[in-house]
């Protein structure tokens, strides 16, 4: 069994900041990329940031500069600190893990999402 657990979402005025935590845990024997999605109402799913198992990191064009993905690999642990938000950066964010399971299955795993608003 394979979870992924967000936290750290929450209300905050524009030009704030949060940082969000998504924990894996579970059946891992491997923690590949993992990353960030959000989803505001009525839009499509979109990739925020991702991180690879190296370091890499990559970010939609509409968060570099304030947006930062970083993982803890000891726990398993991918963060999103984000600054200098901005009432468009409101959705609901999921964390995405690719994974090999111990029973040697290699795949995408989601969380649940925590909800992130920005408003004055």
């Known amino acids: 069994q394979v979870q992924l657990v967000e936290s750290g979402g929450g209300l905050v005025q524009p030009g704030g900041s949060l940082r969000l935590s998504c924990a894996a845990s579970?059946?891992?024997?491997?923690?590949?990329?993992m990353g960030w999605y959000r989803q505001a109402p009525g839009k499509q799913r979109e990739l925020v940031a991702t991180?690879?198992?190296?370091?890499?990191?990559y970010y939609a064009d509409s968060v570099k500069g304030r947006f930062t993905i970083s993982r803890d690999n000891a726990k398993n642990t991918v963060y999103l600190q984000m600054n200098s938000l901005k009432p468009e950066d409101t959705a609901v964010y999921y964390c995405?893990?690719?994974?090999?399971?111990?029973?040697?299955?290699?795949?995408?795993?989601w969380g649940q999402g925590t909800q992130v608003t920005v408003s004055s």
């Open positions: 991180t690879t198992s190296g370091g890499n990191t």
């Open positions: 579970g059946s891992i024997r491997s923690l590949y990329a």
């Open positions: 995405k893990a690719n994974l090999k399971t111990n029973g040697g299955t290699r795949n995408d795993y």
